[in-house]
């Protein structure tokens, strides 16, 4: 029988916080194999950002994270920062922009990140072996023990990156959550994040033709809210301020949509009380015009301004104000650009990512829960875990 090939460093997952965690584990000398089931590394981040990866954002900061433990975040946050992965992209020559909200994206696509990830993995001696599904991991008292397809691994330190459940045609598995249960490591529920949610049969009756039509609002949950685009689709609702209150939602619970957040609209139908110009057009001056006349033709008679009363101006400006949506459901881990939940935060040193109760073992990147708002902060979150567990390893 062949001896297992022996490692100082396993880790699972070639995307974005195993390969850091793969270069700053090698600059400290460690030998280090990642294992990737996939026929190539970074495929996540090869899709990302439209094809041109929104590797990070320069407002990053703890707040922009969910989590059970809201403070875990922050130990790795500060020891990498957008900054440091800035200098790095430089570094590679790799030309970049700011889209907005401090999103940071490449000029020409995300194979330059990744590239750049695996030529610093080259330079540290770190091997990357693509195409590897992981059979077993069991442990001794001294060294994990992995059979793979591609023969059998021992190693000191284990780190599990293998991503979430999201975008399963791009390989996302369970793998990581079932590891973290067979060393008695708590698992939060998981659920999709940063996810397209769905019409209930009433409202897909009306809104569904509008899809394609997009319009700036504010969306709130509880005391959360996001004032960005929402995006009406044939299913349901899209667009940042969804996504971004997707990760919040739950079943069964109401969002509020605020179609004019910046204008008075009842002090401006207040204004025109005495106009013969429709409800219908002067909705039309802030909204799309194909919006107005669907909100005109289930929710508020089409009259003219001077027919209608104060009381009835008053009911039509608090419904665009707080228009209430009881989404069906979201459209699931296929759409979803991210997965809430995962290994417990309580289970692991915020500092090093290594578990409490196992030495050697790590988990970094999606599979913990801890998961970024929409616009780069879910890498800079892979970025900095991988950081502070390759200081580790």
Same mark, same amino acid.
Do not use: C
């Given at each position: 029988m062949l001896k297992p090939q022996h490692n100082d460093v396993m880790i699972l997952g070639a995307g974005a916080a195993g390969l850091m965690c793969a270069i700053e584990a090698g600059k400290r000398g460690r030998c280090v194999v990642v294992l990737e089931h996939n026929d190539t590394a970074g495929k996540k981040i090869r899709i990302s950002g439209g094809g041109c990866c929104n590797f990070t954002n320069i407002h990053t900061a703890p707040g922009q994270f969910l989590s059970t433990n809201p403070h875990f975040a922050k130990s790795a946050l500060a020891r990498f920062t957008p900054d440091d992965f800035c200098r790095l992209v430089k570094k590679h020559g790799i030309s970049f922009h700011e889209k907005k909200l401090g999103q940071l994206f490449c000029d020409i696509n995300a194979q330059e990140i990744i590239d750049l990830l695996k030529k610093e993995c080259a330079a540290v001696n770190a091997q990357i072996l693509t195409s590897t599904s992981i059979k077993t991991v069991t442990k001794n008292a001294a060294h994990f023990h992995l059979k793979t397809n591609h023969g059998d691994f021992s190693c000191e330190s284990l780190v599990v990156a293998t991503g979430g459940l999201s975008i399963p045609p791009l390989g996302a598995t369970d793998l990581g959550y079932r590891l973290a249960k067979q060393f008695a490591i708590k698992v939060n529920p998981c659920r999709p994040g940063l996810v397209p949610l769905l019409w209930r049969k009433n409202e897909l009756a009306i809104f569904q033709? %509008? +899809? =394609?039509?997009?319009?700036?609002?504010?969306? &709130?949950?509880?005391?959360?809210?996001?004032?960005?685009? /929402?995006?009406?689709?044939?299913?349901? %609702? +899209? =667009?940042?301020?969804?996504?971004?209150?997707? &990760?919040?939602?739950?079943?069964?619970?109401?969002?509020? /949509?605020?179609?004019?957040?910046d204008v008075d609209i009842l002090a401006e139908l207040k204004t025109q009380h005495k106009s013969k110009t429709t409800l219908k057009n002067t909705l039309a001056d802030y909204l799309p015009a194909r919006l107005a006349e669907k909100l005109c033709q289930h929710f508020f008679a089409d009259q003219p301004l001077n027919e209608i009363s104060f009381h009835k101006m008053e009911k039509i400006s608090d419904w665009l104000h707080g228009w209430i949506v009881t989404p069906a459901g979201t459209e699931?881990?296929?759409?979803?650009?991210?997965?809430?939940?995962?290994?417990?935060?309580?289970?692991?040193?915020?500092?090093?990512?290594?578990?409490?109760?196992?030495?050697?073992?790590?988990?970094?990147?999606?599979?913990?829960?801890?998961?970024?708002?929409?616009?780069?902060?879910?890498?800079?979150?892979?970025?900095?875990?991988?950081?502070?567990?390759g200081q580790s390893v």
């Open positions: 033709d %509008l +899809s =394609g039509l997009s319009v700036n609002a504010r969306v &709130s949950l509880n005391k959360i809210l996001f004032d960005e685009n /929402i995006l009406f689709t044939h299913k349901g %609702l +899209s =667009g940042p301020a969804i996504l971004q209150i997707s &990760s919040y939602w739950r079943e069964g619970e109401t969002i509020t /949509i605020d179609l004019l957040a699931g881990y296929a759409k979803a650009e991210v997965t809430v939940g995962g290994v417990d935060t309580t289970e692991l040193s915020s500092k090093t990512m290594e578990t409490n109760k196992i030495t050697g073992l790590y988990f970094i990147g999606e599979v913990v829960d801890v998961t970024g708002h929409l616009g780069g902060y879910n890498f800079q979150w892979a970025w900095a875990s991988g950081f502070v567990a």
